[in-house]
């Protein structure tokens, strides 16, 4: 078995996929009210023109058909068994073209035997057309318009029908949350319609009548791949007893089944598959998919949707065993919602396993660098600047808004013991930012509140010194004055 379809946009039980249910609905009961009499209806025709010995008295013409131009070119695929042995009974009914040549070659000296002859064949075709299938599926000579959009929803039997469902759903919910139902619904039926045609164009035959949703199924596939392009996204493959996810350029596997379908179409010749509509499918799909992405203006239902969920998307990738794409899953929901605190909690336990490593460090800086003005995280970052900073991540490797923001959640704690080698830091990496007057003069009143007030006054001449244009040097003036006079009246 080779079997490979994307997983990468997850089903959401927020945003069910109702245009998705609604097709294998419509599907579903097509089959069960049009199709369930199609076996006793074509047995019936069959029945039919063997009981008024026709088969005899037309054989001979069958054989002259197939030395024609039409016939050469219509069964020159099918095997002598096929075309001279009791299958042939089947396409002297049901193909047209014969039919149409049995009209023009067909010869009688009397009258009242032409006319009876022409009742018969004006019942022939009453109960061939009582064939939903044949009627209404896509022919070599009988394609009218509405067939296009009728054949989709036509099946050869149960199996197929519940096959094409069961891949209906697993490309058609990802495409709608994508793209929306609309759009979805438009890439169904013109990429349905587009396989149908390429396949009736250089495949079909007058005898065979094409039905099934895979050439618009195939469109879905192509959308699914052509939106993503060549970004990699995350597939479910099974070879033969073999399965797992694995992540692969989109475009990368659109080729896979582009050459797929061509091979199968070249070397399976005997098989009633559609491969062209396949074909012709996924190239639709794939255009209509990539249009539609260059043309978005907002982000899909899909994007939308994981914006919100990337913390759940997170959580199952972590029940999976996808490291990797929990990380970058708990990453989006950061970067969506800074102060997630479960999802900080969350990607901390994931690296904090793997201590001193790029994605630990990575980690640290990520949370450290929350925007401070949410006070609820403080004891979770402390917490963390505790534990780790300067034992198994050294100051230094602090990005600037890492130790910007972890310094002031450690001076509004009252933390000044532990602030002090980040603020040797800052004065040392990070002198010419526009944000350090500020933090040097909270560091100094702080110093200031646990009464330390040497150390406090050294440190507001240093930035009365260094930065005395800025605003908190001119702060740092006007306080140290205050000191002094406050020193004066106590004396």
């Known amino acids: ?270 098989s009633n598959i559609a491969y062209l509509a396949h074909f012709g499918g996924l190239m639709a799909g794939v255009l209509l998919g990539w249009l539609f992405r260059a043309t978005q203006r907002s982000a899909p239902p899909a994007q939308q949707e994981a914006q919100i969920n990337h913390y759940a998307n997170a959580l199952e990738h972590i029940r999976l065993l996808d490291f990797d794409r929990a990380r970058q899953a708990l990453k989006q929901a950061l970067k969506q919602s800074p102060n997630h605190l479960e999802a900080m909690k969350s990607l901390y336990n994931l690296e904090k396993t793997n201590l001193g490593s790029p994605n630990f460090k990575h980690a640290i800086n990520l949370i450290l660098a929350t925007p401070p003005h949410q006070t609820a995280i403080d004891p979770f970052i402390l917490q963390i600047n505790a534990n780790h900073v300067g034992k198994h991540f050294s100051v230094a490797e602090l990005e600037i808004e890492a130790l910007f923001n972890l310094l002031i959640r450690l001076l509004r704690n009252d933390q000044v013991q532990s602030s002090t080698p980040h603020i040797a830091m800052a004065k040392k990496r990070f002198a010419e930012h526009q944000r350090l007057p500020q933090l040097l003069y909270q560091w100094g009143l702080a110093l200031a509140k646990r009464g330390k007030y040497r150390s406090a006054a050294t440190e507001m001449n240093y930035l009365a010194n260094y930065y005395g244009e800025s605003h908190y040097g001119k702060l740092a003036l006007d306080t140290l004055q205050s000191w002094r006079e406050q020193v004066k009246s106590q004396k």
């Open 1 to 270: 078995m080779l079997l490979i379809f994307p997983t990468e946009v997850p089903l959401s039980k927020r945003h069910l996929p109702w245009l998705t249910l609604t097709l294998i609905l419509l599907t579903t009961i097509s089959f069960l009210l049009f199709q369930l009499d199609d076996n006793a209806e074509e047995s019936a025709a069959i029945n039919y023109y063997l009981e008024q010995g026709q088969f005899e008295n037309e054989r001979e013409l069958f054989a002259q058909y197939l030395n024609s131009p039409f016939g050469q070119r219509d069964y020159q695929s099918l095997s002598v068994v096929a075309t001279e042995g009791p299958e042939r009974v089947y396409y002297m009914i049901f193909d047209q073209q014969f039919r149409h040549f049995v009209r023009e070659m067909i010869q009688f000296d009397d009258p009242a035997d032409a006319a009876q002859w022409r009742l018969f064949d004006a019942e022939l075709q009453q109960r061939i057309s009582a064939v939903t299938y044949f009627e209404y599926g896509l022919r070599s000579d009988h394609a009218p318009a509405q067939n296009y959009l009728t054949h989709m929803f036509l099946h050869g039997d149960i199996f197929h029908l519940i096959g094409n469902l069961v891949f209906l759903f697993l490309f058609g919910f990802g495409v709608e949350r994508l793209l929306g139902g609309f759009k979805m619904a438009l890439v169904y039926i013109i990429a349905g319609a587009i396989g149908g045609w390429i396949f009736t164009m250089l495949s079909g035959k007058p005898y065979l009548s094409l039905v099934g949703a895979s050439g618009a199924i195939s469109g879905l596939m192509g959308a699914y791949t052509g939106y993503f392009g060549t970004q990699r996204i995350r597939f479910f493959a099974w070879f033969g007893i073999y399965f797992n996810h694995f992540q692969w350029p989109a475009v990368l596997v659109l080729l896979f089944w582009l050459v797929k379908e061509a091979f199968y179409h070249l070397f399976d010749a005997q």
